[in-house]
């Protein structure tokens, strides 16, 4: 089974502060992916990687950086929090190089930024 | 803009009988659409997808419908089950570029 982990499961955070989000997948994907679930908005795509050391922009990146230094591990970071980015992160990973391939999720961080 | 839409927010059925979740979209170059279904404290699972040269996919009790002149598609559950409890997401992708997720509906299956 695929399996992608997330660091913390519940994170709180001050305003200002440096925060990494950490997801690691054990299935050799090629793309990985960051999300955040916002009620009312659905999931949005913050950032994805489709190999090692390369990144793309989603539709929301302002605010947010991200590291892929190995294969199975994709950092989110967010350069200074502020509490507009409290919301429920999900990490993602598929296979091919394709958007159609299934996403295999993990199972989110919900962090609060006060 | 939201380019796919699930209008409903919430839905709820009594077990057995079937369950319609609706998503629309905008887009007229998205071609292909999938679901997926959310438990608490868990991350979305795939449930099923369809691509727009086809107007029906089935999968077991799951049936996925698209209308692609009204940019409508429906995911069909019969029968509702209480472990379809869940929150059921659509997303679309056009030629390939990054998915487009709906709001979400939230399914309630009463025994």
């Known amino acids: 089974d695929v399996k992608v982990t997330q660091s913390s499961r519940y994170l709180v955070k001050r305003t200002g502060e440096k925060v990494f989000l950490e997801c690691v997948q054990d299935m050799d994907h090629e793309n990985m992916f960051w999300y955040r679930q916002d009620p009312g908005l659905g999931l949005r795509l913050i950032y994805f990687s489709y190999d090692v050391k390369m990144k793309e922009k989603g539709d929301i990146p302002e605010g947010y950086s991200v590291s892929r230094e190995k294969k199975e591990r994709f950092s989110l970071i967010l350069e200074s929090a502020s509490t507009n980015q409290t919301s429920m992160y999900l990490c993602?990973?598929?296979?091919?190089?394709?958007?159609?391939?299934?996403?295999?999720f993990g199972p989110g961080t919900r962090l609060t930024v006060l | 803009d939201q380019q796919v839409k699930q209008n409903s927010p919430s839905l709820s059925v009594q077990e057995g009988r079937i369950s319609i979740l609706n998503c629309d979209y905008t887009?007229?170059?998205?071609?292909?659409f999938l679901w997926y279904k959310k438990y608490p404290a868990e991350g979305p699972t795939f449930l099923i997808s369809i691509s727009s040269i086809k107007d029906k996919n089935e999968d077991g009790r799951f049936t996925v419908f698209l209308n692609k002149s009204a940019k409508h598609l429906s995911l069909h559950i019969v029968p509702s089950q209480p472990g379809d409890s869940a929150v059921y997401f659509c997303a679309a992708s056009a030629g390939a570029q990054k998915l487009v997720f709906g709001q979400g509906t939230r399914l309630t299956i009463n025994p």
């Open positions: 887009n007229s170059m998205f071609d292909y």
């Open positions: 993602a990973s598929s296979p091919g190089t394709s958007w159609y391939d299934e996403q295999f």
